[in-house]
């Protein structure tokens, strides 16, 4: 059997096992009884009401990356792609200590994160950048390097797909050694694997990033495959030499 002949086409699928057993999950791991619960459900819904698209990551991916700054001890992350701030306020609302930039090109988009992260009471550690991400990231690089912020710990990168090599490879000067940075959609439902795709950028930014990881001294690289309550997707985890 061929790629061409098991792909879905529609890689939003959302199965009923993997959203019940998100459900499970999340209700035993982070109950609504959990301090930061409320804002994150306002967050979504006061995107939602100012008409930004349901694409913020889900909570299981959000508390996952949460709990690998804790586990790293991370002082300083960087997300690319703010949308209304969903993933910021899990970074910083799970991590007392932790300072959060994330870039964001639509001014509309980062006015709603900000009121977000606000209502969260995260907005004094979350350093909301509005600005395309290669225009951002040589300013941020020079405040890193002229010790104004920490280096990074852990970056997030889910901005705009055509450019996911393009942002890994700036930010890995600006990390300390043990990052780990993650690039999201990278499976996009097998999309990865099926060439008749690669005219989507989503699919030619996925492998431009998994080639190039591959042969870069800098950085070790592997792809973890999903399935949530949104979708078949995947990861792409690289840990800074
Ligand atoms: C999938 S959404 C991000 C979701 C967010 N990371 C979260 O988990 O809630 C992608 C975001 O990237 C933003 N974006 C697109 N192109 C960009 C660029 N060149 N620079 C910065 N942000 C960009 C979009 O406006 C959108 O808000």
Redesign the pocket.
């Known amino acids: 059997m061929s790629v061409k002949d098991i792909f879905t086409s529609d890689w939003h699928i959302q199965h009923p096992v993997w959203t019940a057993v998100d459900a499970y999950t999340i209700s035993n791991l982070h109950p609504p009884s959990q301090p930061n619960s409320a804002a994150l459900v306002y967050a979504l819904k006061n995107s939602r009401d100012q008409g930004l698209p349901d ?3 889900y909570p299981v991916i959000g508390k996952f990356f949460a709990l690998q700054c804790r586990a790293l001890r991370v002082k300083h992350a960087l ?6 701030g ?2 910021s306020i899990w970074l910083a609302s799970e991590n007392p200590g932790l300072q959060v930039t994330t ?4 001014p509309h ?1 980062r006015d709603v994160a900000q009121q977000n992260l606000e209502h969260a009471g995260v907005a004094d550690r979350v350093d909301s950048r509005l600005g ?2 290669l225009d951002v990231l040589p300013v941020l690089g020079k405040e890193i390097a002229a010790g104004e912020k920490p280096r990074l710990g852990f970056v ?1 990168i ?3 797909k055509k ?1 996911n090599w393009n942002y890994l490879d700036q930010v890995i000067p600006m990390c300390d050694s043990g990052a780990v940075i993650f690039v999201d959609n990278i499976v996009a439902g097998g999309g990865l694997v099926d060439d008749a795709q690669l005219g989507d950028p989503m699919v030619s930014g996925a492998r431009e990033v998994v080639e190039n990881v591959g042969k870069d001294d800098r950085v070790e690289g592997m792809v973890l495959q999903t399935v949530g309550e949104k979708s078949y997707d995947g990861v792409l985890m690289v840990v800074v030499n």
């Open positions: 694409i913020a990551s997300e690319l792609g703010t949308l209304g969903y993933t870039i964001e090109v639509n988009y395309a991400g997030y889910d901005a705009d450019n």
